[in-house]
């Protein structure tokens, strides 16, 4: 049996007249930018993630960029964020001429540790203050601690910048001060989260896509500005930006597909289930199978919120690059997110992070694989990957 990891088919052909209807419409109106079908789509993006204004651009790591221009972020400047993530994150920064400044990542949700995070803030602001964000990842579909990183937000008055790229929908419990807890959605509780639409992302485009959503209106505004060549009105430019514009058609595109994001987020979660039953009946659990970790699960509600939208589902696995050969050897698709951290990538300068360690980042590197987890998965087929672990580890 063949095991993709990803399988975009089955989403098409169920919304292909909707699509093209869609692209249509997109090709007929003869408006490609920017225009209605953006400005609706940026709406319902918002509205759905729980914040007051959708900023359409043209991919995730666009948006990441456009955040930090828009903070004047610039030349020897600093952003805290984690060493385990898609380049994209490091590479907004260094494109900037500013620098990453690594917090190790907890191993169990393989997001930046807030408490790390927290010593190094404490340390620049002795040393006049060169942070000038805090950028945590939602790594694969669980948010990162904002309790505490919002906390350190307003203590060092650093604006926080969310890599929402994997959480699109994801929900995050806020402990209030009567002990109750409110559910928040990924990219809505910092100063701005990001968003990719790239096709392997929960929401994926025909294309690249992305979004930045903020409820803060003047920096909405700077960003919408940035996304244009800092143009305002046109052909009068206050500031540098860029052409980071959304496509129209493939707004009209994700609109389509928006009206099956918790649908499809749901088959998600359903197949994490169906690892999580297979794998222990295999008795494969903790030993040698570490499966990926629900930090949420305990909070009160989280059964009825989404906690976790399972982008990857990601297992721990002693001997893991043969286990990923004799899957492939299979026709089980599977892939490492990620063999590299960000401070052992060759493009730093050297003394700058590479001869630093970061542990458990550097574990998860080693150790980590992401199983097919895609909506349309069959539960013959998940069996079929957990019975091929079994006999892997025989
Ligand atoms: C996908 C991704 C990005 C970049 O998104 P693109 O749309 O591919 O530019 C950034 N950060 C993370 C964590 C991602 O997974």
Known sequence: MKVPLLDLKPQLEQLRPRILDAFTRVLDSTGYILGPEVSEFEERIAAYCGA???????SGTDALLAALMSLNICRDDLVLTTPYSFFATMGVVLRLGAWPIFVDIDPDSYNMDAGQAEAILEADRKNGRKIKAILPVHL???CADMQK?????????????????QAIGAEYPFVQQDGSVQWQRAGSMGLCGCF???????????????????SDSAY?????????????????HQRVGGNFRLDAVQAAVLAVKLDYLDEWHLARVNN????RQLFAEAGLVDNPIVLPAEVYAGFAGASEHRHHIYNQFII????RNELRDFLQSRQIGCEIYYPLCLHQQECLPAQLNRNQRFVEAEKAAADTLALPIYPGLQAEQIAWVVAAIGDFYR
């Open 220 to 236: 909405a505004d700077v960003v919408r500005s940035i996304r244009n060549h800092g143009a305002e009105p046109k052909y009068y």
């Open 272 to 275: 994490a289930a169906k690892y």
């Open 149 to 165: 990183f919002k906390v350190l937000s307003a203590e060092y008055e650093v604006p926080v910048v969310e890599d929402a790229a």
């Open 52 to 58: 007051s204004f959708g900023i359409g651009l043209s």
């Open 316 to 319: 721990r696995a002693p001997r």
């Open 140 to 142: 694969y579909g669980q």
């Open 196 to 214: 990719s639409f790239f096709p392997s992302k929960n929401l994926g485009g025909i294309g690249d896509g992305g979004m930045l959503i903020t």
